[in-house]
C-alpha cells in the first residue's frame, strides 16, 4: 500500500483525493497546507489523515511514500525538488515548471537518486486515448497531416489568483501543456516555425491562437482562452479522414469521418473518473521500481516545456 501525502489543499487536491479513494493500492496519509481554514476543513472530513501546517514537515513524514504536488505553478519546481531530495516519489500537477531548464534539473535528479518523478499528464491515460491511438496505427485515416486542439473556458478576474499573475498566470501556462502533450502524440516531428495571435488581459495571454509546422510538413492548431467559452475539441486530419474527440484532454467518445462517408464512434468509459487511470500508472510504475513511466516519460515533459517556451517566444515577434 501507497502512503501518499498531499502538497497544496485546493480544488485539484480534493478531487485527487476522491479518486485515490477508489484504489486499493494506495491512501491518503497525510496533507500540507498553510492555511489555516484549509487544514480544519481538511481534518473535518477526513479526521483519520494527518494534516500539516508547513510542506517540510510533510516531506519529513518518513511514513509517505509518494506526494502529489498541487500547488501554484511557480512553486511546482521547488517542491518537486525537496520531495526527490528526500526520496518521494513525485506525481506533479501539470505544467511541471515554467521552464525548460528546471524541468530538466528535476529530471536528472530524479535520475540520479532513483526517484520515480511525473508530470499529471492525466490525457495519456485516459482509457480511451489508447484506442483513438490504435485508430491512428492502424492507418484508418490515413496519414496524418494536421492537428487540431481547443480548450477554451471563461472565467473573471479573481484577485490574486495563480491565473492572473503575471509570473505565473495566462491560459498557455494554464492549459497549454494539454494541447500540445495531444499533439505531440500523433506528430512526432521537430517544430519548423510558429505563428501566433495574442490577446493580453490583467498583464497575462488571455487568448491565444497558435500555428505550428513541423519539420515533417505536418501543421497543428492551438487555440486556447480563459476569456471565451468553444468547444474542448481536437480534431486529427488524415489523407483518408479525419477523427474528431470531445473533450479531447479526456475523452469517453471519438468519432471517426472517413472521406469515402462513412462514419462512425467509439466509445469507452472512465474507469471511476479522469484521476483514476494516472494514479494507478504511479502505483504500477513504483511496484516495478520504475523511476519514469513509459506513458509519461521525463522526456515527454521536457518536449513540452520546450515547445512552450518556443510559443512564448513567438509572442514577442
Known sequence: MTN???IGA????????LSLSQSS????YAIASYGKENRERWKEEYPEVITYDDYTKLLNDSHIDAVYIATRHKDHYQWCKEAILRKKAVLCEKPATLEYQQTKELCELAK???VFFMEAMKTRFIPLVADIKKVI???VIGDIERVETCFAYQVGYRPGHYLHEKDQGGILNDVGSYNLASILDYIDSPIQSITS??????????????ELTFESG????IDIAFNENKEKDMTIYGTLGRLIANPFYRPQSASIILNN??????EKAYIHDDFYTEIEEVHHCLKEDMIESPRMSYQDSLKIIKAIEQIRKSFDK
Open 218 to 221: 505536418q501543421t497543428a492548431l
Open 137 to 139: 496505427e492502424d492507418g
Open 197 to 210: 495571435k495574442v490577446q493580453y488581459e490583467y498583464e497575462v495571454d488571455a487568448n491565444d491562437i497558435i
Open 10 to 17: 485546493g480544488n485539484i487536491a480534493r478531487r485527487f483525493t
Open 25 to 28: 493500492q494506495g491512501q491518503l
Open 4 to 6: 501518499w501525502g498531499i
Open 112 to 114: 540520479k537518486h532513483q
Open 261 to 266: 462517408g462513412e462514419t462512425y464512434t467509439i
